[in-house]
C-alpha cells in the first residue's frame, strides 16, 4: 500500500539523529550477523515480510522493542537535489520522497532508479577508495539490515496507527569514515560528502513500539 509519493517533514522530537545512526551503524559494523548483534545491543531488528495489511504487498517488522524518538529503520536511494533531472526515473515509482528542503530520494530497488543507482556507485566507490556508500539494499541481503525504510507501509485510521514518521538527518563531514560504506544513500551529482554533508532520511519511532509492524504517514503528494 504505498502512495504515488511521499514527503518527510521536520520532526524536532530527534535531534541526536547522527549520534543514534553512529551508534546503531557502529552495531552493525562489528558484526558478521548485524541483525543478530542490533537486537542484543539495540533491543530491536527489522525485517521486510508480507503486510498485515490485506493487498499492500511486502512491509516491515520490528522484533523487539524499542523507545520513543528511536531510529527503526533508513530510507535509501539516490539524492536528487530540486533542479536535476528526476522525470524518467518517476514514470510509474511509488517510491520516490520529498525531502522538506526540495530534496528526493528515489528508493525504488528495480528498473531505472536500480541501475543509476549502481552506476553511481560505481563511479564513487571505484577500487581503493574509501567507501562512502552502499549498494547492497538494492538486494534481497543487505549488508545493513536497516536500509529497508521504503517497504514501509502507510497506517490506517483503524487497525493500523502510524508509529513511525520520517526524519531527515544531515550526517557531518565528521561522520566516521569507516561507517559510510553503510550508507545506502548516494548524491545524484556525485557531490563529495566528504567535504559536504550527506543527507539521510531515517524512519523515526512516534511512540514507544514493541514486536509489531512499522507504519507511517504519507504526506503531501509531490
Not at 511486502?58 to 539524492?79: A, E
Not at 552502499?134 to 487497525?159: A, K, M, Y
Given at each position: ?34 541483525a543478530?548483534n ?76 536500480a ?66 560504506q ?6 545524484w ?17 512516534t ?16
Amino acid at each position: 500500500m504505498r502512495s504515488p509519493s511521499v514527503q518527510s517533514t521536520e520532526m524536532p522530537m530527534t535531534k541526536d539523529g547522527s549520534a543514534q545512526l553512529e551508534k546503531l551503524l557502529g552495531i552493525v559494523h562489528e558484526s558478521k550477523d548485524p541483525a543478530t548483534n542490533l537486537m542484543n545491543q539495540a533491543g530491536f531488528s527489522v525485517q521486510k515480510c508480507v503486510s498485515s495489511i490485506q493487498g499492500a504487498g511486502n512491509g516491515v517488522f520490528l522484533s523487539g522493542k524499542c523507545q520513543t524518538g528511536q531510529i527503526v529503520c533508513l530510507y535509501p536511494g539516490t539524492v536528487y537535489l530540486p533542479f536535476e533531472p528526476l522525470f524518467f526515473p518517476s514514470i510509474a515509482n511509488s517510491y520516490i520522497l520529498k525531502c522538506f528542503d526540495g530534496l528526493f530520494i528515489d528508493g525504488k530497488n528495480t528498473g531505472l532508479s536500480a541501475r543509476i543507482y549502481r552506476s553511481i556507485y560505481l563511479r564513487e566507490n571505484w577500487p581503493g577508495a574509501i567507501q562512502t556508500s552502499d549498494v547492497t539494499w538494492l538486494t534481497e541481503n543487505p549488508r545493513n539490515p536497516l536500509t529497508i525504510g521504503q517497504f514501509v507501509n502507510n497506517g490506517t485510521r483503524t487497525l493500523h496507527h502510524s508509529n513511525v514518521r520520517y526524519h531527515e538527518i544531515d550526517l557531518p563531514t565528521t561522520f566516521p569514515i569507516e561507517l559510510r560504506q553503510y550508507l545506502p544513500n548516494i548524491y545524484w551529482n556525485g557531490l563529495d560528502t566528504l567535504t559536504h554533508y550527506t543527507r539521510v532520511v531515517a524512519l523515526v519511532a512516534t511512540k514507544d513500539i514493541k514486536d509489531t509492524e512499522l507504519f507511517s504517514t504519507y504526506m503531501d503528494a509531490v
